[in-house]
Structures are given as structure tokens and as C-alpha cells.
């Protein structure tokens, strides 16, 4: 079974200033790992992921995440905040080892970027 | 464009009342699903579909259908809608090949008086 954990429903940063959304997951075998926005009203939009090779990822709008085996972690990151960021961010996993394509997604985070 | 449609986008209706919430993608990936989103509960997996003809229950199926008759298309069907199914509903899909990640559809939200 694969799981996600995002510890914190709400994230509160001022502008400028940088950020971070935790996520930490469990899965069987070497994991595939994303990241997905939602702005208010909208679907969810792929923002990036991680497969293999380098731990810090880079994706859409200026954010990274960096992939930490040994604790199961891929936090994401953002050196300076903007308002615009304000959204929901979903992590999620799927194993690389087989079985579905479908991936299982965190609860969530509010990001709340105040100016 | 690449892109997954849902129809339709907002709808009321009342208990008992058989609805389809049709969805469709047009870049020709095998994996569908569809979830719906509920404050505090996240995204949670209703059914998802590896192929044609092939379906799954995903992690809450009680009380939904769905069929995949046609790659592009994988329509939820409420056969008896009641109000606890009130949420936003998420059409996705996914290819074998690439880079895995989701496309997801706008959202169709659904009240059930």
C-alpha cells in the first residue's frame, strides 16, 4: 500500500520570504513522487515530479522540492514567496515497482502568501 | 490542446435522481480515474480504469459506476444520488509512457438535495 502525509493543513509566509510544504510518504519500492497545485475554482495542475536521478527537483512558477530517501520526505520549496502563490498543494506518490498508474494523494495544504 | 473535459461543470439535483458526469481526454492515455475532493478529506480515488473495458474500485466506490467503453471517454454514473455524495468531482488521466504525471479536468460540483 502507498500513503502520503502533509502534516499541515495551512502554511502562512509573507511575501518575499521563503517557503516550505511538507510531505512525507510510504511506499513499496522506489517511489515516484509529485507535486500538483490548485488555485481556487480550478483542477489541479502538475507543478513537478520526481523519478529519479538528481534530489532537487525543479518545476513550474519557481518551485523545487528536494527528495530525501532515508526520510521518506519531498518537501516543497520556494526561495521567495509571491501572493500568486496562495493555493492548495497536493503531494503524491505511486510505486515504480508495477501495479497501478494511479497515484494516492495527500489531504492537502493551504498556502496563504499575506503581503 | 491537451486536455480533459467534464460535463457538466456545476449541477443540482435531488435524491434518487439517476445522473452521468461524462468525462473525456483527448491525448490517448490508457489510465483514468476519477476522485472527489471534500474539505478536510483531500483528493480520494472513486474508480479508475487501466483500459477499455478494464475498471477498478479506487479507495470510496460505494454508490458510483463507471464504465470505459471508448479509450477517451470514462463517464461516473450515480445511479441513486444522495446528499452525502454533495462534492467536487475530479476526472483525470494518465499515460503509460512519459513522464506519469496527472491531467486533471476542471471539476464538476455536484449537490444532491
Known amino acids: 500500500a502507498q500513503s502520503v502525509a502533509q502534516p499541515e493543513d495551512q502554511v502562512n509566509v509573507a511575501e518575499g520570504n521563503p517557503l516550505t510544504v511538507k510531505c512525507t510518504y510510504s511506499?513499496?519500492?522506489?517511489?515516484?513522487l509529485f507535486w500538483y497545485v490548485q488555485y481556487p475554482n480550478r483542477g489541479l495542475q502538475f507543478l513537478l515530479k520526481?523519478?529519479?536521478?538528481?534530489?532537487l527537483v525543479k518545476g513550474s512558477y519557481g518551485f523545487e522540492a528536494e527528495f530525501n530517501k532515508s526520510q521518506t520526505s519531498f518537501h516543497l520549496k520556494k526561495p521567495s514567496a509571491l501572493v500568486s502563490d496562495s493555493a492548495l498543494y497536493f503531494c503524491?506518490?505511486?510505486?515504480?515497482?508495477?501495479?497501478?498508474?494511479?497515484?494516492?494523494f495527500g489531504r492537502g495544504t493551504s498556502l496563504i502568501v499575506h503581503p | 490542446e491537451a486536455q480533459v473535459t467534464q460535463n457538466p461543470r456545476y449541477l443540482i439535483t435531488v435524491t434518487g435522481k439517476k445522473l452521468t458526469v461524462t468525462c473525456s481526454q483527448n491525448m490517448n492515455h490508457e489510465y483514468m480515474s476519477w476522485y472527489r475532493q471534500d474539505p478536510g478529506l483531500g483528493l480520494r480515488q472513486i474508480y479508475y480504469?487501466?483500459?477499455?473495458?478494464?475498471?477498478d474500485k479506487g479507495d470510496v466506490p460505494e454508490g458510483y459506476k463507471v464504465s470505459r467503453k471508448e479509450k477517451r471517454n470514462f463517464p461516473l454514473i450515480l445511479e441513486s444520488p444522495s446528499p452525502n455524495q454533495t462534492s467536487l468531482y475530479f476526472c483525470a488521466s494518465t499515460g503509460t509512457s512519459g513522464t506519469y504525471e496527472q491531467y486533471f479536468g476542471p471539476g464538476t460540483r455536484l449537490t444532491v438535495t
Open positions: 520526481y523519478i529519479t536521478g538528481d534530489n
Open positions: 480504469s487501466m483500459n477499455v473495458e478494464v475498471t
Open positions: 511506499v513499496s519500492g522506489n517511489p515516484y
Open positions: 503524491a506518490v505511486r510505486s515504480l515497482s508495477g501495479g497501478s498508474y494511479i497515484p494516492t
